[in-house]
């Protein structure tokens, strides 16, 4: 319990709906006291802000009865009593989780058939040789090199940015209708790395190695050069669990 | 650019005495009336919500089905104590997922992926409170009995009328109030958190939730 004088930058707000109780305290600074853990003499003793802490504890019983039964489902009370409005509240606690599961499971699935129809796929970048037609869009790039980074195990992959060797941009530049792209790419991956790494720039390369590999292999990319950044030291305590293979 | 990746907590805007800033897990305010809402934090496995968001950001959508998955229901919660039961939680959510999507790549990880998203939820909710006509009355969230084990029985039935009247009120408050008091009381946001979301000052935040409770404990007041 702190005591203290009512602190000089939080006046009380000057509005009609504000009370004088009868022993001149204002009713806006009794409750503001009482949220704030602040109490006095003669908060204690006085029954008129006792009686106006009372109301407000009264709401926050209402409140908090609100709120964990719709959170456990108030096993054994008669929900039928509650109020008119079913739904959420009215079943057991066993059954908030599923509950949970259900509307991530609908949502999901709502929002995403949205977010198909306006993806965002980056750029496309070239494959294979200099004279053929194909492209692949970042995005759809990025997954398999994230995907490949993580294989080292404890390390994340955050963002993945894959862009034409040596130009800011998309190739655009066109001979005769045909586009004359460069075929060669950059990556530039971040990574999470574990807290315990021994030899961050030993993990960093074995990274930098993967991405590489399933650039080549996986892809087809004609990758230049990969970078890592390290952007964050994590600890995580089950990092072995994500080393598949190697 | 290689900005700093690490999500840090929202912008410190002077914060009033008292007030905890809602870092990354979206504190409860040391007050002695609200209790933290018990929204699952972001504990399940996988990759973290910063870096699944900085994919997303990226155009990988698998990513952002990680993310829909994970905070759907604790947002779903939230709407729901702003707009009432019914279709409109629901749909409000989903609308500031797809709204969260198109603006993605704009996020720079200000703050936590979770509390940008609380924001986006909440703005929508009080754009729905405040398109409802005034005195429509409002379903509360989750209407139920009070539990019995914290309870003796006698107050059991008094409780559940308290239920039942703030149940009533919450209808009479208009919408800002009622989102300033929903955040506060249930979710147990600190002012300037409620200040930041909604943008208004934590001056404007405190009066209106002085009146969301002058108004809800005068309807309790009525029933006692």
Same mark, same amino acid.
């Given at each position: ?52 802490? *009372? ?28 109020? *008119?409005?079913? &739904?959420? &509240? ?7 989780? /599923? ?39 970042? /995005? ?18 955050? /963002? ?15 001979? *005769? ?70 | 650019?290689?900005? $700093? ?13 008292? $007030? #905890? ?38 155009? $990988? ?34 609308? #500031? ?124 007041? #009525?029933?006692?």
């Amino acid at each position: 319990m702190t005591t203290r004088i009512h602190p000089p930058d939080a006046p009380p707000p000057h509005e009609p709906d504000d009370e004088r109780l009868p022993c001149g305290r204002l009713l806006s600074q009794v409750w503001t006291d009482w949220e704030e853990g602040v109490t006095d003499a003669h908060r204690q003793r006085c029954p008129h802000c006792r009686a106006a802490v *009372a109301d407000l504890e009264q709401l926050e019983t209402a409140v908090r009865a609100l709120r964990d039964g719709a959170a456990d489902g108030a096993a054994g009370a008669d929900a039928a009593d509650g109020a *008119a409005a079913g &739904g959420p &509240g009215e079943a057991g606690a066993g059954s908030t989780a /599923s509950r949970d599961a259900d509307i991530a499971a609908r949502l999901t699935g709502r929002v995403m058939d949205l977010v198909r129809r306006e993806l965002r796929p980056g750029r496309p970048l070239p494959l294979g040789e200099a004279g053929e037609d194909l492209w692949i869009m970042e /995005s759809v790039a990025a997954r398999p090199l994230r995907a490949a980074a993580e294989e080292v195990p404890g390390v994340r992959a955050g /963002s993945c940015r894959i862009a034409p060797a040596g130009t800011a941009g998309p190739a655009q530049v066109t001979v *005769a209708g045909r586009p004359v792209r460069p075929t060669r790419v950059t990556v530039r991956l971040e990574i999470h790395a574990p807290l315990a790494t021994p030899d961050l720039p030993r993990l960093a390369e074995r990274v930098r190695r993967h991405v590489q590999a399933a650039a080549d292999r996986h892809l087809g990319l004609d990758v230049a050069g990969v970078d890592i950044l390290v952007t964050d030291l994590i600890d995580e305590p089950d990092s072995g669990e994500k080393g598949h293979g190697r | 650019m290689a900005g $700093d990746p690490t999500p840090t907590g929202p912008p410190d805007e002077a914060a009033g005495p008292g $007030d #905890a800033l809602p870092g990354a897990t979206a504190g409860a305010p040391p007050a002695p009336g609200p209790a933290p809402d018990p929204t699952p934090a972001v504990a399940s496995p996988g990759p973290d919500d910063a870096l699944l968001a900085v994919r997303a950001a990226e155009g $990988d959508e698998e990513a952002f089905a990680v993310l829909v998955r994970r905070h759907a229901p604790g947002l779903v919660r939230l709407a729901t104590r702003l707009v009432g039961n019914g279709p409109e939680a629901e749909d409000t959510v989903q609308e #500031a997922f797809i709204s969260a999507w198109r603006t993605l790549p704009e996020f720079r990880g200000h703050a936590s992926f979770s509390t940008w998203l609380y924001r986006i939820v909440t703005n929508r909710c009080l754009n729905v409170l405040r398109a409802r006509k005034p005195q429509e009355p409002l379903e509360a969230a989750g209407a139920v009995a009070a539990p019995e084990h914290t309870v003796s029985p006698g107050r059991i039935a008094e409780a559940r009328a308290a239920v039942s009247e703030l149940h009533e009120a919450l209808g009479g408050l208009s919408a800002e109030q009622r989102t300033c008091w929903v955040l506060r009381e249930w979710d147990g946001q600190s002012y300037a958190f409620i200040a930041e979301t909604v943008g208004i000052s934590q001056q404007a935040v405190r009066a209106r939730v002085f009146r969301a409770r002058r108004h809800l404990t005068n309807a309790l007041g #009525a029933w006692r």
